[in-house]
């Protein structure tokens, strides 16, 4: 099976531009509705779609906690998607490797 390569949009109304990285890790951090084409299945992609859409009603809210507004806007956390699977038993593993669990 061919690997897909990346491909990064900004949305404009009800079109998507065609951009590079950079231009679309700065619409994230501004605001901006974003695509990413590039996803391992169908299923990450999906479940993107629904994150991006409620990751844009939260920006709508002016009464956004700053710390929340800051992780929704963060190009990495918002590209990443998880899907955790019932029968993965190493999971718990791998996820206690993850940097952010990790105490100095």
């Not at 996803?39 to 700053?66: G, V």
């Not at 507004?69 to 999971?91: C, K, S, Y």
């Amino acid at each position: 099976m061919p690997k897909i390569s990346p491909f990064w949009f900004i949305r404009d109304g009800e079109k998507l531009v065609q951009c590079n990285k950079g231009d679309f890790d700065k619409a994230i951090i501004s605001g901006k509705s974003i695509k990413y084409h590039g996803y391992a299945n169908k299923k990450c992609e999906r479940i993107a779609e629904e994150l991006e859409t409620s990751r844009m009603e939260f920006l709508s809210n002016p009464n956004l906690s700053p710390k929340f507004r800051t992780a929704i806007t963060n190009p990495q956390n918002v590209v990443e998607v998880q899907v955790i699977r019932v029968d993965d038993p190493l999971f718990w593993i791998k996820e206690a490797k993850r940097a952010k669990y990790q105490t100095q």
